[in-house]
């Protein structure tokens, strides 16, 4: 008799390899940037459970757990790039001081 699988592995089986939406694409980036979720809430002008969200359905379309991992996973499908930063108007709205980090 075959075992079943928990639900969540079969939608996270059923996510892998599908595109990633544009927001999710976005959300990625700030992540990979440094942001927080509330930090990336704040720019996109969205909850930050959604954020969360958008975060976690993505980090499950890459097959990624791990942030760091996701930072590679950005860079190598061409989302962002090494010499990315956040915009000025990306930097005033997620409430960074110019601390010199991005």
Do not use: F, Y
């Not at 059923?14 to 990979?32: D, F, M, T």
Request: charge should be positive.
């Amino acid at each position: 008799m075959a075992k079943k699988r928990p639900v969540n592995q079969k939608k996270r089986q059923a996510a892998l390899g599908k595109p990633l939406s544009v927001r999710e694409k976005q959300v990625l980036r700030l992540i990979s940037l440094g942001c927080s979720v509330k930090e990336a809430a704040a720019i996109l002008k969205l909850a930050p459970s959604t954020v969360d969200n958008h975060k976690a359905n993505a980090m499950r379309k890459l097959g990624a757990n791990k942030v760091a991992l996701v930072t590679r996973l950005v860079i190598k499908h061409k989302i962002s790039n090494l010499s990315d930063r956040l915009t000025p108007l990306e930097k005033r709205r997620s409430g960074r001081k110019n601390d010199g980090w991005n």
